[in-house]
């Protein structure tokens, strides 16, 4: 089993997560010692509170295992977050949200909702935050080897393509952008996370360029995602996750992701994003 050369420090020499880049064991040992305990933010606002059930059921199988979690689901409707019976040291807690018009809007004001609640209480309640996408499933292994001050989580659809090519914010008004030649990879918005503090100062800068952009009538093309890769480019994370961490299940993506040999690269597919019913799910 001859692993295929895959870059795992980055320039900056952050450890670049893949599988056989780590010992589990080793690590499950140390973090217990430390008592640690993981908040997991998801949102479910509007329909997207249909995809709740796999995620947390999966979260159960592959998510943190062993370790103290707390699922914080963001939601409209607290009374039909799906009850599920969770593991010993795990806990739910429902957090209501207002909802907005536009999907684009819900997705770009979690930025806003988790840097409130980071002060609020996630510091005094965890640890260190994940923060996902709820249209996903976990497939495989996610565990604390993830954990880290500041970590995000390399785009399966723009692995190992030149930056020219990354979708970054180019207009220069936006608050997102980033010139041609900047830039070290692009990472998804759906998977995120670090220390508390960590994650509060990158939510709030993400919040106060949002709300910057909207006063001069600029929106950046990727949204939140693009805030977030300004953010990154700047603040380096301590951490980046592998596409194993974000992998493709649509068709369409498939195509796309195996244009960038992840097919052959990625031995573990651990956390999924599901094909979605668009027509359904967004209502606007
Ligand atoms: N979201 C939501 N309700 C909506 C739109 C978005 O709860 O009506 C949340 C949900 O957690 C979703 C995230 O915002 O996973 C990002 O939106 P989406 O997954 O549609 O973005 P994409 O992954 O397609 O870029
Ligand atoms: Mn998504």
């Known amino acids: ?58 979260a159960e199988i592959h998510f943190m295992v062993g370790h103290r979690v707390n699922y914080y689901v963001f939601t409209d409707q607290p009374d039909n977050v799906p009850r599920i019976l969770l593991q010993k040291g795990r806990q739910m807690v429902i957090l209501k949200v207002q909802s907005y018009a536009r999907w684009q809007d819900i997705s770009m004001r979690r930025m806003e909702t988790i840097s409130i609640f980071s002060q609020e209480r996630f510091h005094r309640e965890v640890n260190y935050l994940v923060c996902v996408d709820v249209d996903m499933k976990f497939r495989d292994h996610v565990g604390v080897e993830i954990l880290s001050s500041l970590f995000g989580t390399l785009h399966p659809g723009y692995y190992a393509i030149g930056k020219q090519f990354f979708p970054y914010e180019r207009n220069p008004q936006s608050q997102a952008s980033i010139l041609e030649n900047e830039g070290d990879f692009y990472y998804t918005a759906a998977f995120f996370g670090g220390s508390v503090p960590e994650v509060y100062r990158l939510t709030k800068a993400c919040h106060q360029a949002i709300m910057m952009d909207q006063a001069n009538h600029i929106e950046a093309v990727w949204h939140d995602e693009s805030h977030l890769n300004k953010y990154l480019l700047y603040h380096k994370p301590t951490k980046v996750l592998s596409p194993e961490y974000m992998c493709h299940t649509a068709e369409e993506c498939i195509w796309f992701q195996n244009k960038r040999g992840l097919s052959t690269i990625v031995k573990r597919v651990r956390f999924v994003t599901l094909q979605k019913n668009m027509s359904y799910i967004r209502t606007d």
Request: charged share 15%.
């Open 1 to 58: 089993d001859t692993q295929p050369d895959v870059p795992v420090l980055t320039p900056w020499l952050a450890p670049i997560v893949w599988e056989g880049t780590f010992n589990i064991d080793l690590l499950d040992e140390h973090f217990q010692s430390q008592n640690v305990t993981i908040g997991l933010t998801v949102f479910a606002v509007k329909r997207y509170i249909c995809y709740l059930t796999m995620f947390l059921q999966t």
